[in-house]
């Protein structure tokens, strides 16, 4: 088996953090915001995350947000849930939750709740429950989970659950291992996890891993690292990790670095991108792979952020 | 949620917006734009989730189940097009509902597993409590290839209270390796299940091992 080529993959995070006139750089322009909780999460898990200038990263991150309280992709763009969470995750990264104004991020999220308990991502009103975990893990990182009524927050997600103990985008919807991992976190993170039938959805997600070792979001569709990440932190919130073959997917993930240049692809030998190398290397330090922090599987975060989150500082 | 994904999404939020505004008339061009899309891309998640969205509020029920086939056809492993086969037997006002469309449904589910017995799908398709799923099942296991989801949905049923004829516990007994004797009472069944599965599906070994661990303890006469 090959090995995780961590320093690598830190050269390749910082060398697209600096490259703003890549091709990578300007497809993600919209989406830089997610980017840089990609990458600076991934530095976190690496222990590197000194490695960057986290006043300047503040400093753009509240030129990101709007006087809605929301913030968007990147200077001047629309404000969406999306984003916003990712402003939160990352400011927690970097233990500056106290630069925010933490009644208008609330008030932005709070105001995107409909009446059947579903949230819209934005003011155009779509509706996804990705959304739902979004504004669930963003209030509760801010301590303000009480602002929307999370009972029917909760009940809006139960009615996207399918046949197959999964959950789609809405009701209806297919199941789908993103939507799943939206779910089950929001659910995890409401303290909701008896509505989830553990056995029933536990064996769909482990049916995910397919010969490569790698798993997939649905039935016959390929491997992707991606979904190292949604099945795993699923499947260890709901107590049923150890269905998977733990060692085949390491070595699927490990398969698909690019060990030369740094960086992790969807699958092996494809193109790397900030995207898959988060995912990957969360996914690894899920399966407790050396030399990486704990991820705490609801938050999306390292473990010990969580723990500064909630409990405060820890002598650990 | 990666970069492209995202900005189809807005672009289909942004033409529901349209849709509502121009009423049931736009059902049919909405519709028109999803299969486009699946002729490139038939699991596309997003424009599914739209598709639904559409029926639902502006309607073109009519042809639904027959597009379903259709993509079915090009594809019977499209897990997409089996949710939607669900979505539209519980929700089209033209169909009668689950009760109504059962019977057909488990057929048309059992010719998919009889052609192709490793297709995910069409197994968690089926309601369980039909003969016709005991007879998909035991061709299956005779057939001696692909059985892994036959067996399984035999471990439901044993589960269920199923009580499998001679035939299907000598099919069972003929996929064992080991020769400890033979298939008594259902528990050992349902044992022999569980050991061939953890043999046939080892990545899932300590699920096979787990389903084992939970089956209902033979009955004291």
Redo the contacts between chains.
Sequence with gaps: MGELAGDKHVKYILSVEKKKDSFESV??E??RL?GAYWGLTTLDLLGKLDTVDSNEVVSWILQCQHESGGFGGNIGHDPHL?YTLSAVQVLALFDKLDVLDVNKVTDYIRALQNEDGSFSGDI???V?T?FSYCAICCLAILKRLDSINVEKAVRYIVSCK???GGF???P?????A?QIFCCVGALAITGSLHHIDK?LL??WL??R?VKS?GLNG????LADV?YSWWVLSSLIMIDRV????KE?LIKFILDCQDTENGGISDRPNDAV?I?HTYFGVAGLSLLEYPGLKATDPAYALPVDVVNRIFFGRCST | ???RR??K??RL??R??VAEKLGPDAASRELEFTRKIFFLDA?N??A??HR??VLQALGGWEDELDYCAQLLEEDV????AW??R??VI??SPFLGGLKAMRDSEVDYAIEAIDANPE???PW?YLWLNDSRVHSACLRVLKAKRNFKFALSTLLDLLGLGFKPNQEIKDAITSLRTSDSGEAGSDSDLANSICSILARED??????WT?RSS?LPQAAEV
């Excluded at chain 1, 649905?218 to 569709?221: G, H, L």
């Excluded at chain 2, 492993?77 to 997409?80: A, G, R």
């Excluded at chain 2, 080892?202 to 699920?207: F, I, K, Q, V």
């Design positions: 497809v993600m919209h989406l997610n999306l155009w009103g779509e996804d990705r399918t046949l197959d789609g985008c809405t209806g919807a297919e199941s789908h993103g056995d536990g064996w482990c049916e891993q070792g649905r039935p016959e569709k991606c150890h269905w998977i073959d085949k991108d995207f | 949620m990666d970069g995202i900005v999404v807005r939020h942004h529901r917006w699991k998640y997003h599914w989730s639904q969205w492993f499209n897990n997409s949710n939607q669900y979505f519980t929700k297709n995910e799908s968690r080892p990545m899932r070994a300590n699920y787990w939970k």
